[in-house]
């Protein structure tokens, strides 16, 4: 969602008559787009700034001036914060008042240090300026549309209901006009992005409500556009109306990010996911039932306060159970204003990083078994750019593996049938067969 907002603030500069700079030292206007989510993420903005504030010094006395701009979650979570640990920052804008940039950056030209973290009543999406079609074109033939924003499940150990606000779905008119849109400046496939896309409910043109299944099928009717994905997922949130989609749309890739977080119903219930582990294998096996090939990838959180080895094990059994195709793990990081970091028990680091070792072999295992899992098999691959080689092209699997083959440029943004023919650690290696539309 950060890349999507990045172009979206991108496209607001471009109104506002900036062009994009190649090399940071170039940059009259740098926005870093932040994230919360972890310490780690958040700390490292500050040791960013630290280095784009010498730039900042280094440029003026060349007589150029800097705006720099701090934008995102850690821009909501600190607030003026930001501008006592580092004066160099002009603005800091939220993630639901990015729109008003332009005009922040106005009033910091006159006196920097302007802050704006409000949750506007004004819709944000019906504000921001459409992507000018070059702009469309240089990002790729794979596009990324936030369909939904916010979140009300307030998980026990998670930033996002506090720094994205409550949860908010666009109207689908627009969400499928920015669709047309680009797909009529060349995208082929849709990313439908929201903190909990599969709770989404905005309003049709008749003023009714539709679910995330109706959106999909709108989306994928739309010409030009062959393949549409949707993340990230909650599992009580998962509709039979959307499992359905996966067996009737067609376009709808076979590929499911559905974080549980952990294997341990104490675990669930103490992060406050309101399911447990057979809700979980249930939603599965019934995602399974309508769409065999479909591949799964989770989330998982390690060394969550009171989590013990038992419990961990429990994890390492239920990835064994259900077979991903790729996960994410991570550390638990205490964030602040969160009930989780309050709570007693928290993990020593050391046993944190032991057992984010060990999920980390048995999903790099798993991943390795389902690339396998794809050799001498023929797959639609959605070619997006030249590869490292030349003559060589890169695209995406359905299941979001990145394949690459030799072919021709001409080739890129056709969805292409693939015969895999090696699986390599990072990618397969494939050979064309034919285009397949
Ligand atoms: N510590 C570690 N991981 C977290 N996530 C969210 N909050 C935290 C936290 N405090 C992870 C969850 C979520 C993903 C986007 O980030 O696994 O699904
Ligand atoms: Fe955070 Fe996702 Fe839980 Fe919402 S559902 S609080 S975004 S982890």
Not at 266 to 288: C, E
Not at 311 to 324: E, H, N
Not at 333 to 344: C, H, Y
């Amino acid at each position: 969602m950060n890349i999507y907002d990045s172009q979206r603030m991108g496209d607001l500069a471009a109104e506002a008559g900036y062009r994009e700079a190649i090399r940071v030292e170039d940059a009259d206007l740098i926005v870093l787009n932040t994230c919360h989510i972890r310490e780690r993420a958040s700390e490292k903005v500050f040791s960013e700034l630290g280095k784009l504030s010498e730039l900042k010094e280094e440029r003026a006395r060349e007589g150029r001036r800097t705006m720099l701009v701090v934008a995102g979650c850690v821009a909501q979570a600190e607030g003026r914060e930001i501008l006592r640990r580092q004066r160099a920052v002009d603005v800091v804008v939220g993630p639901q008042s990015y729109h008003r940039l332009p005009q922040l950056l106005r009033e910091a030209r006159v006196r920097p240090g302007v802050v704006d973290t409000e949750f506007p009543a004004d819709d944000k999406f019906s504000r921001l300026p459409t992507a000018p079609t070059d702009a469309i074109r240089r990002r790729g033939v794979a596009a990324f549309v936030t369909v939904q924003e916010g979140c009300d499940k307030f998980c026990s150990f998670c930033v996002v209901p506090y720094t994205r606000g409550a949860e908010a779905s666009r109207p689908s008119a627009a969400v499928l006009d920015e669709i047309a849109r680009l797909a009529g400046a060349g995208v082929r496939e849709v990313n439908l992005l929201g903190q909990n896309v599969n709770a989404y409910h905005g309003l049709d043109t008749h003023g009714r409500s539709i679910g995330l299944a109706a959106l999909i099928r709108a989306a994928s009717a739309t010409p030009g556009i062959c393949r549409v994905r949707y993340t990230t997922s909650h599992p009580n949130d998962m509709s039979e109306d959307l499992i359905r989609a996966h067996r009737d749309v067609p376009a709808l890739a076979p590929y499911l990010h559905l974080p549980v977080q952990s294997g341990s119903d104490t675990m669930l219930k103490s992060m406050n996911r309101r399911h447990s582990i057979a809700d979980y294998l249930d939603i599965v096996g019934r995602v399974r039932a309508a769409r065999p090939d479909i591949a799964l990838s989770s989330d998982f959180i390690v060394g969550y306060p009171g989590e013990t080895d038992a419990d961990f094990g429990q994890t390492l059994a239920l990835i064994r159970t259900v077979g991903f195709a790729s996960s994410y793990a991570f550390k638990y990081s205490a964030r602040p204003g969160t009930p989780a970091a309050e709570m007693s028990g928290q993990v020593e680091e050391a046993t944190k990083a032991q057992r984010l070792t060990a999920l980390q072999e048995l999903i790099e295992d798993q991943r390795q078994v389902f690339n396998r899992g794809s050799l001498g098999r023929r797959l639609e691959v959605l070619f997006e750019k030249p590869g490292r080689r030349e003559g060589q092209i890169i695209g995406r699997s359905p299941h979001m593996q990145s394949v690459f083959a030799e072919g021709s440029r001409s080739l890129i943004g056709e969805l292409t049938e693939v015969e895999i023919v090696a699986a390599e650690p990072h990618s397969l290696r494939g050979r064309v067969v034919s285009p397949a539309s």
